[in-house]
């Protein structure tokens, strides 16, 4: 099996904030995705995250963040993998896959409205990218891509 998911999602507050993580495995390599909710009572973060994509951020926003889990427990963000621990082309697929059926559930369970994301590297935007492309014309989504500082970020909207 390439993938395999966390049964839910995990419900974190911590420091006044709400977030929520969810773990999935591909090819047996841990990955973690977090959406960390972008609370309107935080006026000046969310002032500078309006101006950074250039328009109103409703309520139900969260920045998302997904890494390998290593890198998250040594906080070394993005890392690129060692060499034996990099996915191939069906691995990278499988990531593709895997990051929309978490999105989706999200949206679902916590019916979010706007989830913003960055690519932190190169290899990021390219992949990211292709995954813009591929659901460029989903009735579930929209995606704004080469937003915020760097042109690194991806606005999606859902439509539910």
């Given at each position: 099996?390439?993938?395999?998911?966390?049964?839910?999602?995990?419900?974190?507050?911590?420091n006044g904030f709400n977030y929520q993580s969810f773990k999935f495995l591909i090819n047996g390599?841990?990955?973690?995705?977090?959406?960390?909710?972008?609370?309107?009572?935080?006026?000046?973060?969310?002032?500078?995250?309006?101006?950074?994509?250039?328009?109103?951020?409703?309520?139900?926003?969260?920045?998302?963040?997904?890494?390998r889990?290593?890198?998250?427990?040594?906080?070394?963000?993005?890392?690129?993998?060692?060499?034996?621990?990099?996915?191939?082309?069906?691995?990278?697929?499988?990531?593709?896959?895997?990051?929309?059926?978490?999105?989706?559930?999200?949206?679902i369970k916590y019916q979010s409205q706007l989830l913003l994301a960055i690519a932190d590297n190169p290899r990021l935007k390219h992949f990211y990218d292709r995954l813009a492309r591929k659901h460029r014309h989903s009735l579930k989504y929209t995606i704004v891509s080469n937003i915020g500082y760097g042109g690194n970020g991806y606005a999606i909207t859902a439509h539910y």
């Open positions: 099996m390439p993938f395999q998911l966390s049964d839910d999602f995990n419900e974190l507050h911590q390599f841990p990955f973690i995705m977090v959406f960390f909710e972008i609370l309107r009572s935080d006026r000046e973060y969310l002032w500078e995250r309006e101006k950074e994509v250039g328009f109103t951020l409703p309520a139900g926003s969260f920045d998302v963040k997904s890494d889990q290593n890198n998250v427990d040594k906080e070394e963000y993005y890392t690129p993998a060692q060499p034996d621990e990099q996915l191939n082309a069906k691995g990278m697929a499988a990531l593709g896959n895997v990051l929309e059926i978490i999105l989706e559930k999200h949206v």
